[in-house]
């Protein structure tokens, strides 16, 4: 599976993903082919419904909160570039800051970039506010104990 | 007795001076028994009493130094402080050079040594299966190439390198005259050049680095064996033949044999892991004896590969990797508790006593022969070409590797390069008579195995502080860092499993699938194949299905209003995390906050009241959530430890959160079937929960308490016991009759088709038509759906730009957007209640064994699945029960 998934993958398709997320030839190959193989129903891109058929992310409290990230403003499909952009703000920040290019876009795994996505998640309503309802909300799933020591800080 | 070893006390001198006299009479004991055995000759009457020292002296003087090397460890061990700065292991060591002394001192002789039989035999065998039966299988095998590498190429490299550089300074003259010839040195260089497993996990296992880190050492040192093996066997014979008549085919041999040797010992041990898991398949009548098949059989594939000539060390830790899934499947949760200490007390004793011994082997001036450049360039050399092998490798797989290995890692894992006892094993077997130098041999690799485990054991802790190794440490972190912490554990593991990142996926599929199709079916008792993987795979399945069809309902609805409930939303663990059936307090709550809403006007003290009484539910939620709370995968990835047992976090969790769900099914299948008094059970069940809790709580392993009570239940409420299939003691024949009690009451309304399943709907609605009066039922919230999909392409906008804060006001009857959502999911058509359920029957159907007895349980199970009022959609009931 692996070979095919790496040959049906364009080289100059390639190049570009490698230029905007920053991941490694092997890393992308590798990740192609768990696209393809979460890829039901093989037409190039994953709907929500792909992601939910993780088994471990359906035990995962936040895990449809992930699965909604990996999707723009109203849609209900993603490309692999979409998907690789999105797991690029998981990389690792690169510390040695050579940046090659300074005029040309923030790459996606700076720590700027890191921090707006995560406000992402916890920004249900995209008004650009975590209200405390929210933060709740993600918290709430996550651990009560530290829910409760908000609301009694409050 | 050993207390003149622990640094502190100023009573040190005293006891030390105890300890002479005692272990100075040991020997004299031994003279003294010659006495009566004369004695004994010359009467020839009977007597009463008589002192048969030789007769008990082998096994006595065992038994003395395993009480000795025990007490030790105790004595280590009451001193916090010592022990975590100072590795066990060389503690060992020193009070092995002690004893030694003490002994040596007293008879001049040194009696007691490290033999390379006993070793091989007796004190290895615990310890590697000890490893491969414990072994993190997902972790080694999702690191597997890079072990492999380690373990192969990086053992040769030092081998080779070790051993020309040792010989080139030779030739140059430094070491002065010695009868070495090349080959000695490569045999020198490919039995010094093996990362030793007990000495590696004896100081990894006090340094806690990270975990990948851990495996990679780790397993590299069990691993090497096969090759240290072979380039021993190989030196070792062509130095027999003499170097002249090693001809080209010997080396093609030697290359080959490598492969055999690896591969057989492999072989070998996953064919006897086949067999143990076979016979621990069959032995429900004979629970008393389980641990000794996986004792004795484990150990006869280490006896049948080394009588055969394979790697005993291979064939063992593969034995131990193979049949744990299986073994402890099939095996009682008493025998499996008895495995598991039994084993760790035989590996943790048997290194004591190796370490003991290397301390006491060391003290025979026989064996020493000094050569300052070779014993000092010899650990130059191995360090140096450690770091460098290593170096080179980790270039070559970070080409290739998903996570990456640091410089750091690098620097930890060429000084973690620890020697130990097999090198020391290796040596000893050499032939005096073929190896010239062998007491030259001896000594160095005795001074290469002390400097390892004693100075890179003390010091490699405060380089891992130095160089701030990731480590897996724990310290109290602060509130917010815990709170945001846990949810980007989370993240991170759902990207991880997006991502797939965590092994060899595709691999891994292929391979469970083949081992759900044959092996488990071969391998392991029916009962565990179903209450293991089969039945929570189904359930998982079930619960994504059913997660999805909602979501559709929903779309055919035209409206996702239901979506944005902000209480359930982002559930998309349907099931999992439902909280228990309608618990007393929440009903109790409900009650309260409806009194306050209907008769109290006054808008603040209102607001006050409710908010005590959130308070409340808060509490009542935070106990719920912290039962249904399972924590990120990242908390709970533990390590391999010799010394301590860690119960498998997740399984238990697995069981638990399906244990819980499925009676809580149960239960409501049966109060809206059989009309029992909801409160009532409820009540019962929150007090049985409890009750279990505590019990769980303490005591470490929560499994084996839990038998009685659920045994007791299972009798009282036979239909309950599908819920806890394993708990019950002679399970596999009281589950049977639980399902066919099932599936007796299946009869009636479901049957195999989907429609008949369908109509099994109605006969329930006029049962629990009046629950729908009571207020757990009115309150339920109006939504559905716990897959939250809040950007789902809808033709809904106005409900999509409603403002979040429904949150809080879905929970309070008062709010008026959630009241206008009730009725309507009301008037949600039967139809697509009934068209989801008879769906999830289908897909049932897939999932199933083609075993017809137990299917119909399933479709019950199934069926029991919308118990509430037929009109509401699947999920209602879980809803209904939230008390969020």
Known sequence: MGSRASTLLRDEELEEIKKETGFSHSQITCLYSRFTSLDKGENGTLSREDFQRIPELAINPLGDRIINAFFPEGEDQVNF??????????????????????????????RSNKLHFAFRLYDLDKDDKISRDELLQVLEKVDVEQKMSIQFLH | MWRGESPGPSWGPLLALVLVLTLGGLPRVGGFEEEPGGAHGASQGFQVVTFKWHHVQDPYIIALWILVASLAKIVFHLSHKVTSVVPESALLIVLGLVLGGIVWAADHIASFTLTPTVFFFYLLPPIVLDAGYFMPNRLFFGNLGTILLYAVVGTVWNAATTGLSLYGVFLSGLMGELQIG???????????????????????????????????????????????????????????????????????????????????????????????????????????????????????????????????????????ICCQKYVKA?????????????????????????????????????????????????????????????????????????????????????????????????????????????????STTIIVVFFTVIFQGLTIKPLVQWLKVKRSEQREPKLNEKLHGRAFDHILSAIEDISGQIG?????????NFDRKFLSKVLMRRSAQKSRDRILNVFHELNLKDAISYVAEGERRGSLAFIRSPSTDNMVNVDFSTPRPSTVEASVSYLLRENVSAVCLDMQSLEQRRRSIRDTEDMVTHHTLQQYLYKPRQEYKHLYSRHELTPNENEKQDKEIFHRTMRKRLESFKSAKLGINQNKKAAKLYKRERAQKRRNSSIPNGKLPVESPVHNFTIKEKDLELSDPEEAPDYEAETRGGIEFLASVAKDTASDSPAGDTGSDTPLIGHSSPRGGSPAVSQQPP????????????????????P???????????????????????????????????????????????RARRRPALLKLASLQPPGPAELPPHALEQEETPL
């Not at chain 2, 290995?405 to 090198?423: F, H, N, T």
């Not at chain 2, 559905?784 to 950007?791: C, E, G, I, V």
């Not at chain 2, 008062?814 to 058509?829: D, H, I, N, S, V």
Request: net charge positive; with cysteine.
């Open chain 2, 804 to 850: 979040v804060p429904a949150a809080r006001s879905s929970r309070e009857p008062g709010a008026g957007p959630t009241q206008g959502a009730g009725p309507e999911r009301r008037a949600l058509p039967a139809a697509h209640a009934r068209s989801a359920a008879a769906r999830r029957v289908h897909s049932r159907r897939s999932f199933q064994r083609p």
């Open chain 2, 504 to 512: 060899h996926n595709y691999l891994r599929d292929k391979w469970s």
């Open chain 2, 330 to 442: 099939n095996i009682s949760e008493q025998s499996a508790t008895t495995v598991r200490y039994t084993m760790k007390m035989l590996a943790s004793g048997a290194e004591t006593i190796i370490f003991m011994f290397l301390g006491i082997s060391a003290v025979d001036p026989l064996i020493w022969t000094w050569n300052t450049a070779f014993v000092l360039l010899t650990l130059v050399f191995i360090s140096v070409y450690r770091a460098i092998g290593v170096v080179l490798q980790t270039w070559i797989l970070n080409r290739y590797r998903m996570v990456q290995l640091e410089p750091i890692d690098q620097v930890v894992m060429s000084y973690g390069g620890l020697r130990g006892a097999v090198a020391y094993a290796l040596v000893v077997l050499l032939d005096e008579n073929k190896v010239k130098e062998k007491n030259l041999f001896v």
């Open chain 2, 783 to 802: 939504l559905p759906a716990r897959l939250p999909r809040p950007h789902a392409p809808s033709p809904a906008p106005p409900e999509n730009a409603a």
């Open chain 2, 182 to 320: 090349l080959l000695d040195f490569l045999l020198f260089g490919s039995l010094i050049a093996a990362v030793d497993p007990v000495a590696v996990l004896a100081v990894f296992e006090e340094v806690h680095v990270n975990e990948v880190l851990f495996i990679i050492v780790f397993g590299e040192s069990l691993l090497n064996d096969a090759v240290t093996v072979v380039l021993y066997n190989v030196f070792e014979s062509f130095v027999t033949l003499g170097g002249d008549k090693v001809t080209g085919v010997d080396c093609v041999k030697g290359i080959v044999s490598f492969f055999v040797v690896s591969l057989g010992g492999t072989l070998v041990g996953v064919v006897f892991a086949f067999l143990l898991s076979l016979v621990t398949r069959f032995t429900k009548h004979v629970r008393i004896i389980e641990p000794g098949f996986v004792f004795v059989i484990s150990y006869l594939s280490y006896l049948t590969s080394e009588m055969l000539s394979l790697s005993a060390i291979l064939a063992i830790t593969f034995c131990g």
């Open chain 1, 81 to 110: 570039r979409g998907f690789m952009r999105t797991l690029a703000h998981f990389r690792p920040i690169e510390d040695n800051e050579k940046s090659k290019d300074v005029n040309g876009p923030e790459p996606l795994n700076s």
